[in-house]
């Protein structure tokens, strides 16, 4: 199992990106798959999670409106649509996996979540 994020880049403020995440060794519909974000010296934090039995999501209270999860209809990969970009969404963003619904033990409990991809950096700056 392994997973692959990219598309990150630097954006202007108020632009837009679209990560993926691309999944190796297991379908993405198997799992449930969650987007966090990271910047150095703070917290992990959770961005959005799309469930794995129903395609339901989640988002995170700071990007609610502005970004969406979704998944494509094969087997491996999982998009982050991200829109009206703010400095504050400059971070390091991950993909994960977890094996339960989006919903079990709150969308971004970071303990549900086993196999991480290696990051890709987003920053949003004029």
């Known amino acids: 199992v392994q997973l692959q994020a990219s598309g990150g880049g630097l954006v202007q403020p108020g632009g837009s990106l679209r990560l993926s995440c691309e999944a190796s060794g297991f379908t993405v519909r198997s799992y449930s798959i969650g987007w966090f974000r990271q910047v150095l010296g703070k917290e992990r934090e959770g961005v959005a999670c799309?469930?794995?039995?129903?395609?339901?999501?989640f988002e995170g209270d700071s990007v609610k409106g502005r970004f969406t999860i979704s998944r494509d209809r094969g087997q491996g990969t999982v998009y982050l649509q991200m829109n009206n970009l703010q400095p504050e969404d400059t971070a390091v963003y991950y993909c994960a996996t977890a094996p339960y619904h989006c919903s079990a033990y709150g969308p971004f409990s970071r303990w549900k979540y086993r196999t991480w991809g290696q990051g890709t950096l987003v920053t949003v700056s004029s």
């Open positions: 799309i469930s794995n039995s129903d395609g339901s999501t």
